[in-house]
C-alpha cells in the first residue's frame, strides 16, 4: 500500500510485537529501520528476518528510559542511513498495579520513566535529527499511546493511565510546535491487542475469551499488531499529510460503546 523506498524509520520496542509488526511493515514497503532491542540476540534475529524483505537495518540494545540510550540510537541510524525519516516511538510496559492509595513510589517512576520520559527522550533526539535533515522530505513521528489516554480504568494501574495521557500531550505540543519544518506528529490508540504480553489474558477458554473481549469491544475480537502497524504506516505516509497532531484509536469501536 506504501512506497517508503529509500525512506529511514525508527521504531522502539521493535523485538515483539506491536513495534515488531511496525518494524516488518515499515521493511515491506522499501523502508531502512533503525530499531532498539533489549538484547542482541533477538536483535539479531530480527535483523534478518528484516533482511529477507530486501531491506536495511541496523538496530542497538537500549534502555529506553535513559536519555544516552535514546541519544545513541538516533545518531546510529543517522551514521548509517543518512537521516530519519519517520519514527515510531512505540516501547512500554503494561502495568495493572493496586490502587493510587496504595501504589509504590517506585513502580510510578518506573512506568512513567518507561512508558512517558522515554518518548520525551526520543521525540527530542529525533526531531533534532529531522530538522538537521539536507532536504524538504517530510518527516513524521508517530507515538503508541492507548485507549486509556483518553479515559479512566480498571484495568490498568494509574502510573499506567497517566503516561499514556501525557503521550496525548507531547504529541499535541510537537505537532503544533513543528509543522512547520514539515514534521508531523500524530499517535496511535490501540485497543486490547493480541501480543505475547496479552496472551496470558486472551489465551484462556473460547467462551471465556469471547467475554472478555466483548465486553469491551463491539468486535468481540482482540486488535491485532498488524492493524495497528498499517495504520502507523499511512501516519506516515503521503496519503495523511493533513494529519497533524491527531490520535487514532484502533479498538474496533470500544471507546464509542457505553
Known amino acids: 500500500m506504501f512506497d517508503f523506498d529509500g525512506k529511514v524509520a525508527l521504531v522502539t520496542g521493535a523485538t ?39 531491506v536495511k537495518s541496523v538496530y542497538n540494545i537500549c534502555d529506553v528510559s535513559v536519555e544516552r540510550d535514546a541519544a545513541a540510537l538516533v545518531e546510529i541510524g543517522k551514521e548509517r542511513f543518512g537521516k530519519i525519516n519517520f ?34 527522550f526520543f521525540m527530542k533526539h529525533e526531531i533534532r535529527a529531522m530538522l538537521s535533515r539536507q532536504s524538504e522530505e517530510p518527516a513524521a513521528i508517530v507515538n503508541n499511546a492507548s485507549i486509556v489516554a483518553h479515559r479512566g480504568s480498571t484495568a490498568s494501574g494509574v502510573a499506567y493511565t497517566v503516561a499514556k495521557h501525557g503521550i496525548l500531550g507531547l504529541t499535541r505540543q510537537a505537532a503544533v510546535a513543528y509543522v512547520d519544518d514539515n514534521i508531523r506528529c500524530n499517535s496511535v490508540s490501540p485497543g486490547p491487542t493480541l501480543t505475547k504480553s496479552t ?26 499488531a498488524e492493524d495497528i502497524a498499517a495504520t502507523v504506516l499511512f501516519l506516515c505516509s503521503a496519503q495523511a499529510i493533513m494529519i497533524n497532531g491527531h490520535d487514532i484509536p484502533i479498538d474496533g469501536g470500544q471507546l464509542s460503546k457505553l
Open 199 to 224: 496472551r496470558l489474558v486472551l489465551e484462556g477458554p473460547p467462551d471465556e475469551v469471547k467475554s472478555f473481549l466483548s465486553s469491551v469491544n463491539p468486535t468481540s475480537e482482540a486488535v491485532d
Open 87 to 120: 519514527a515510531f516511538n512505540n516501547a512500554g510496559i503494561f502495568a495493572s498495579e493496586s490502587m493510587l492509595h496504595e501504589h509504590a513510589t517506585e513502580q510510578w517512576d518506573k512506568i512513567l520513566a518507561t512508558n512517558l520520559t522515554s518518548v520525551y
Open 16 to 54: 515483539s510485537g506491536i513495534g515488531r509488526a511496525a518494524a516488518k511493515a515499515f521493511a515491506s514497503a522499501g523502508a531502512n529501520v533503525v530499531f532498539s532491542a533489549r538484547s542482541d540476540r533477538v536483535g539479531s534475529d530480527l535483523n534478518k528476518e528484516l533482511s529477507r524483505l530486501g
